[in-house]
């Protein structure tokens, strides 16, 4: 019913930047929250940031002032601008929607299919 695709992921040098989309499309009302996780091997899914519909953003301590989350609500498109990379930021990071299909305030997470993001030392 939704699709999240996702794209920019690649490989990059430390100190180097990356800029991750993610695109929703299909059976979409309208979009509550809207965020990034990553799952590096061998560890849990964890969050990495998270906007609102209105814009208030909240970040994994290890990631405060060096990735940036943003929206294009008309776009239904979320990014994640990442500075400053450290190898640790290795992972497949993947994108989450809260997704409503009708004008009823019922919401439902959906996932991209991630994409790889990997530091060099």
């Known amino acids: 019913q939704v699709q999240l695709v996702e794209s920019g992921g690649g490989l990059v040098q430390a100190g180097g930047s990356l800029r991750l989309s993610c695109a929703a499309s299909?059976?979409?009302?309208?979009?509550?929250?809207m965020g990034w996780f990553r799952q590096a091997p061998g560890k849990q899914r964890e969050l990495v940031a998270i906007?609102?519909?209105?814009?208030?953003?909240t970040y994994a301590d290890s990631v405060k002032g060096r990735f940036t989350i943003s929206r294009d609500n008309a776009k239904n498109t979320v990014y994640l601008q990442m500075n400053s990379l450290k190898p640790d930021d290795t992972a497949v990071y993947y994108c989450?929607?809260?997704?409503?299909?009708?004008?009823?305030?019922?919401?439902?997470?959906?996932w991209g299919q991630g994409t790889q993001v990997t530091v060099s030392s």
């Open positions: 906007i609102s519909s209105g814009g208030s953003t």
């Open positions: 989450n929607a809260d997704v409503a299909h009708t004008y009823i305030n019922k919401y439902y997470p959906y």
């Open positions: 299909g059976s979409i009302f309208r979009i509550n929250d």
